[in-house]
């Protein structure tokens, strides 16, 4: 029997249907797919089946000094036990066994650790590795007849790095938050490459919060000729003999402007044409794939999800490249053929093909592990993909397209005029040919109109505007500008730099998008750079880099490289050691600092957001115990105190992050204050506890009778519950936001009026019965198609039918990890976006 192994059971599924021409079955052994046909049996990973951890003794935090863990031994256990537990079931019966994880360094590693596995249980069975850049019918099918060898130094590079980020960040973690008192969830992370990129987050903060604005002002004219006018600009030569438009001077500004306020004419002094060919982009690598995505409006994280599951999928190749050169055995005509076949692209497609030549752009860099990312031969409907998916791979053809089709041109002419001794000068650009702009319509082509003017015209001035304004602080790093900062410090690869902004985000160093840091990702910087500047330092990340580069190459081995970061890290505890307690101290404050609201009404102490045992958030007195004065936050997200304050109270508003519905709550105080002085209208009987009804619909007597009423919460929360409360804990859901009329209609079943939410800018919402309008949103939830999902097409939704997920009801009890195991194209990820849509 013939083993392959691949590295997701989305890959094994799409392999076995390939190798087998469609003959492929699939059997669940212990609740893993193994995919046969013939004497063939082919199953997939969860990528790391095998992690790497110290020994449990080392486990006790209170117990193990930090630095302890900096020459502790480093353990491989099983993290996934079924999966390892039927590979190697598969392995003892296997006579050929055939690696097919992905082609890059980690893949290597864990198409490594695949290796070991099987040689615990099969010392004999031949073992060989294939790759292939995308899961296509030609590449795997050649890739099959030409196995090679397992790279065991790509392998060892991956788990370098692995060894040295669970070290560095293990030790460095835990001293950080041992010494700032904060453990459990709430620990203060590290890492070897997460620190030096929140520096560069952290410095572009500093340079704006030290900016300080200076005055200037620019000046611009209205000139016509005949019936056409267009905007010139007054400028002025600086003691460089450069052109300026900033006027720094305000007198200066002025003495010009009453000029051009005061003139008739302008006289034409020169004019100067000229043509300008805008050349068309290289292929993608994965920074410049990330780029335009976000162009898009598409995180890193999420630009790569979708680029991954289209990847395996088989309709674009691997999205982990750094090269933009497309090989020599690429033939672009094939590929413009198979796209003509699509009717997005068609029309496109078959104008490049009848272009003379078909010479690709080039970039810079040529690797010769991947392609640059482009579309495959298989190629997708429309209807098979989702919105987003599609958008990607609509992005990834058209930039194929482009780099294929003719520059652009564009015509340009600028025309510099005199005002009584003023300059005034205006460019206008005119496209005369598209080129690429017309299969990649994602860089702007906005001209600017200027009329055909000759020198010694005489124009009109019309109008004449003088604009006051102030230098701009620099720009926070957006998402892709940060990775491409990254790539050109050698901060991380281009398989972990957009994971590593997920990991600032998701420890609370980083808000908003571009990101922002947290009073807590200043304090670790300065910490860090007070007492131990290696950690922060890009040049050592880069250096770690290469040295693990090296170890692929066979320069150096693992245990070299290894050995060198742990001595690194002994030097960097050492300088930290010293200052245990200073480190700690101000770690405290800066973590106060980001939860600080302001004062106690109470007892004029400080505000701050705490954490309950049970993991929800509220606001109480930092005098606590001596000042019990607490405030509800709402129970949906994460609270994140903003810079805006409130002028009555004079406290900090507050934001709660929640994915897509985040929203802001405000100031704290003046929603309690709302709720406690809010009317309660009463709709009617509560249906558990209220006034009951005869057969003949007489009221039947009873002690004990609630009311249905309109409540606000303290958190802001609004909901329809009983008057008995907390006798009675009946309750139904309202809009957190809008107004909420009671109309005059009753509903016939429940005997309560209908309501309608005016929110601004919205058209009325008619809710109805509150009763029969939750009724039907929870049987709507359940019932609803998944294609009602926002992401889900209707080929994605057949996929997950044919894996039981039929509903949205479905969708919200399944694990994410396993269902994406079982569907091709779906990541674990892309999951709980569906969940989080569907709760």
Known sequence: MELIITEKN???????????????SMERDAGVNVYGWGGKRCVGLSGHVVGVDFPAEYSDWRDVEPAELVHADVTK??????????????????????????????????????????????????????????????????AFTEPDELDFDLAAAGEARQTIDLVWGAALTRFLSLSARQTGGDFISVGRVQTPTLKLIVDKEREIEAFEPDDYWELFADLAKDSAEFEAQYFYLDEDGNEAERVWDEDDADAAFGVLRDAANAVVESVNRRTRTDDPPA??????????????????????????????????????TDNTVYPDDLEPADLLDTLSANPHFGDDAETLLDADDLTPTEGD?????????????????????????????????????????DPARWAHLRVVADCEGVNLKANGRRLLDEGYHAVYPYFGTDENHVPAVEEGDVLDV????????????????????????????????????????????????????????TRLAMAVVEAAEEYADMLVSEEMTAELEADMAAIASGEKTYEDVTQESRDLLDRIFDSLGESR???????????????????????????????SRQGSFFVGCDGYPDCEFTLPLPDTGDPVVLDAECDEHGLHEVKMLAGRNTFVHGCPLCRAEEADEADEPVLGPCPECGVAHD???????????????IKTLRNGNRLVGCSRYPDCEYSLPLPRHGDIEITDEECDEHRLPKLVVHDEGDDPWELGCPICNFAEYQERQQSRGLEALDGVGAKTAEKLEAAGVSSVGDLADVEPEALADEVDGVSADRVREWQAKAD
């Open 283 to 320: 292929p993608f690598n994965t920074t410049q794939y990330i780029r335009a995505a976000s162009s898009l409006g598409y995180a890193a994280g999420r630009a790569m999800s979708i680029a991954e599951d289209l990847y395996t999928a088989g309709y674009i190749t691997y999205p982990r």
């Open 695 to 709: 057969a003949d619909e007489q009221e039947i007597d009873s002690d004990e009778h609630g009311e249905l009423r």
């Open 365 to 405: 860099e040529e690797t010769t592990d991947h392609p640059p990312i482009h579309p495959t031969e298989d190629m997708p409907a429309r209807g098979d993909l989702s919105e987003d998916e599609w958008e990607v791979y609509e992005l990834v053809v058209r930039r194929f397209f482009a780099t294929l089709a």
């Open 77 to 142: 256990t099983a993290t996934k036990s079924d999966i390892v537990n039927v590979l190697q079931r598969l392995a003892e019966r296997a006579d050929d066994v055939v690696i097919a994880t992905d082609y890059d360094r980690e893949g290597e590693l864990i198409g490594k650790e695949a290796y070991d596995l099987v040689r615990e249980v099969n010392e004999d069975a031949p073992i060989k590795r294939v790759r292939f850049s995308s899961i296509t019918e030609n590449e795997v099918k050649n």
């Open 581 to 611: 307690e200073e480190v700690g101290d101000h770690l405290q404050e800066s973590l106060k600092a980001d939860k600080t609201l302001g004062p106690c009404p109470d007892c004029g102490q400080t505000l701050l957001i705490r954490k």
């Open 462 to 517: 019309t109008d004449a505007r003088i604009e006051a304004k102030q230098t701009q602080p620099p720009r926070r790093y957006g998402q892709s500008r940060l990775i491409e900062t990254m790539e050109d410090m050698g901060i991380g690869t281009k398989a972990t730099r957009h994971n590593t902004i997920e990991k600032l985000y998701d420890r609370g160093y980083i808000e908003n998008d571009p990101p922002k840091p």
């Open 10 to 24: 989305n890959a094994a599924r799409r392999i076995a249907d390939i190798l087998s021409d469609g003959g492929a």
